[in-house]
């Protein structure tokens, strides 16, 4: 079952704590709702019984429309706003800081580099592992969306607005980005990478700046 | 009071003179100029129909070119106008039309009564449904369709991103047919409300009729939201005026609250019809009655407001404060609540009944097994993590068709089995019917169950190639070949529609042995539906035939209907209503004409197709002119008066379902306004230039219309009234020339709206007090009540807009 999860856009394939906690939710979730699925097509079902127990209206309308669907929700709700408190306020002081600045149709990241100067990166992201990072978001012209499923949930690029994401990446790797908002013709190949390095051996591509990665190039920012 | 019922006469006569009265004449003539609820009804549904075939076969070449990763064959702008239209005609020309067709068919019927409240509205609802369609499919044949998605956010189709024309077709194409979902939303309501048969009490109509007073009550405050955003979107394309401009005071963000305002509800607006249709045809099913019939109204009543509180939760991802995540993630969880009340009552309905496996059911069946399946779903995406990451995926392009499709495709399509004998007089022939539901039924679930899988596995929706993930190509490939057999199954129903109608046998009366109101007519349903109106529930087809009941056939030679009180259903006085006419087709031409003139950017010539459209508005009024006060015996001994000199007529009902549409609207300007001064970077503005004089002109028109409102209280007072109207309406007009220009800022750009939204409603004022003015003294009170409520409310707007940009010019 997990095999057919996996792929590099994959929310069911997690790689980030954040990721983690949502798939787990999903999965939790899924159960639920094919139990109520069950219960509601045996109920259906048993309609067709020939001589069945017939029961009162309020069992309908109190017992299982009201009693039942608000205890249901009630506890999914529960779980839902304790999860996404979680994933909202669990590293208030995220000590690495990007800027990811989308536009029609690429991604550029500005951070501070190894000596302290602005980096500017193109269409990859290099962030430590194990650490958690804090991506500020904004646009310069449409509205898109920041997204690395393996990592974390979508969070849009508005412009006039700036976002804040919160992840981590648990463990080195090259993990795959896209924007997730349509924003015009461009929009199917608006991808990114995100490339989650050892703490201990910052690459070579991110310090040394100028020269050109595979597929991301790193270059002083304008000003 | 209890109404007794006339003596029988013999039904054909009676049936002769009626016909006489309420039918059309024949040919294209007729066809121009016919306002049947039940023709225009069947129209409406008929050209949904068809939306719904354009629709399916561009859902098809999206499925085809989705089926590879490499893409077949479309291009990505040529995909990206696909889906959009594909979307943007099966919401707003299929879904919205057919339920208002199927309501106007049926709610007379139900309700026992002979037309709707306003019958050349209805025609005028379809003209322009007919008419802003087809601006949308000649646009979508040029390849000049909307690419923008279904929901045209901000700034992806402002005029910086989208030069050409295909925004504005979108725009104005979709507000033309909003005008029309408007239309039938007052005249819906007014119906519900007023036109019941005699002694019918709120509490004791068919679920239908609660389903679709819920449902236009929705539309009156949901549509208006859209229609502003779409107003000031076209206007900031048309003439810069910076809303949701981000650089000058405006935000995008805006656009997507106004659009979710309308958006979400809109999906309720779409699920309570089919619902109604539900709770119809289950019982009968299943040869029993609904259960939980107040149960279900409280639902009802829970779900029009709820739904109202909703509309974040397609915005999860903008970046919204925690507290407000929350809130709305808890709202649109606990929504659920009133749909459950509803499936739970539905399934012990069929508990307590004895359920047969005939079309309508296997249907209804299918209905079930879909919307759990998307309601579920829909829970799991009002949770905020999880929609981090399924929002804007195949995840919810899975949801929204298995409720669309749950809700609202199966139910209608069960409805249409159901009613057809209604229509045409005839029964179904058997097999084809059967075969088309289990394709669909396979087929539909074959194509969208798996997209859930597409869509956590990382496929955003939107996209016409994925060359980098190999992974989603099997998954898309199933759903292209299902969504094959739907499509298949899809032409064998309309086939069956099609055989039925030309060889079915002719139907029994009553075939489903229903006993409700709707089948105790003759097959097929005659012009006027019923001889006589119905004064007490046992009654019978045949009774109802030989005018057993109140208002027996036409002896006056003109088309009359009781209108009662809205809560108890008490006789209140005899409508009578317009027949046949060529006014709603001309005016729906001019304001065609209008949208089309402002497509391709000749505003000032749109101003004079403006001015047809208001000489259409007048002419529209004369009808009932001449009609002089007199009692009517609508049973025997008892006489009612028409509607001459009555303060509480239709029409006025329908003014007052018109200015809750209006102070939606209005309410939607002052969340744009507050949102954007609160929220949109770019505040706060440069210095306004709006000084004294401006001021004083303010407080003029203010003057001028209060005492307009306060001539509108008396007898003497249309005249002056008037010309205190054309002196605000003058005062207005010299505010706006102070201005300052609206390109700079939002603010000054909004100013300019509310100065426009005054002018129009004082100009509209003007027109009503001199309307009152034309009518005979004995007849002036019922159009002198509307012209109040009127200008009353234009009074209160102006004065609301006024304070605040005093407030603003203090503050600053
Ligand atoms: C006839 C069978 C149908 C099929 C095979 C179908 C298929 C599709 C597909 C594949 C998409 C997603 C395109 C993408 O990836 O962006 C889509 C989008 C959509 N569909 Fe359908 N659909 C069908 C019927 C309907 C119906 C009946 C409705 C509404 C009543 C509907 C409403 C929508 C909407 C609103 C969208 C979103 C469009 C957008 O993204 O702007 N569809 N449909
Ligand atoms: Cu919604
Ligand atoms: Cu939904």
Redesign the interface.
Known sequence: MLA?????????APRGPE?E??AT??WI?LAG?MA??LM??A??G???RKN?R??S?R????G???G???TI?SV??AA??I???R??ARHQSASVRVEAIAS?WQWRFVQPGPDGAPVETQGRLYIPAGVPVEVFIRSE???H?FWV?TL?????A????E??LRFEASEPGVY?G?S?????????DM?FEVLAYPPDDVPAQFTNRGESAPAAQAGEPDE | MTLIPHPPQRALPLHREMERVWSRPPGLKGFLTSVNHSEIGLRFMALAGIYFGIGGILAMLIRTQLATPQGAFLDTALYNQIFTMHGSIMMFLFAIPMLEGLSMYLLPKMLGTRDMAFPRLSAFGWWCYLFGGLILLVALAAGMAPDGGWFMYTPLSSRTYTPGVNADVWLLGVTFVEISAIAAAVEITVTILRLRAPGMRLTQMPLFAWYMLGTSAMMLAGFPPLILGSVLLELERAFDWPFFDVARGGDSLLWQHLFWLFGHPEVYIIFLPAAGAISTILPVMCRTRILGYEAIVAAIVGLVFLSFGLWVHHMFTVGIPQMALAFFSAASTLVAVPTAVQIFAWTGTMWKGTPRLSLPMLHLLAFFATFVLGGLTGVMLAVVPFNWQAHDTAFVTAHLHYVLIGGFVFPMMAAAVYWLPLMSGRVRVRGVGEVAFALIFIGFHGTFLIMHLTGLLGMPRRIPVYPDNPEWALPNLISTLFSFMMSIGFVLFALDLLLHALFGRRSTRDPWQANTLEWKMALPVPSYNIAALPVSTDITAVSLARGEGALPGAPRGRREVLAVSSLDGKAQHVAVLPGNTLLPVVTAAMVGVFVLLMLFGAYILACTAMLGVLVCGWTWHRFGRDLRPARIEITPGQTLPDQTGVEGSLTRSGMIALIIADASLFGSFLFALGFLSVIAPGWPPPDSGLGLGALLLGGVALGALAVASGLARWSRGPLPGALAGVLALVAVLGVALLLDDPTRHARDALRAAATGYAALHIGIGVLLALIARTRAPATAAASRSIWRLWQDFTLITVAILTLLVVAQEVLS
Request: with cysteine.
């Open positions: 057919g999860c996996d792929g590099a856009l994959s929310t069911l990721a906690a949502i939710l999903w979730m709702s109520i699925s509601m097509f109920l259906l048993l309609a067709f069945r017939p029961l209206d069992f309908w309308t109190h299982m429309g009201l039942f669907s608000f929700l999914l709700l839902a706003i999860t996404g408190d994933l909202i029609q012209d449409v509205i969306s499923p974390a949930g979508k969070l849009d508005i412009p006039g607005h976002n804040r795959q896209r997730a908002e349509f924003s015009g013709v461009g929009y199917a991808l």
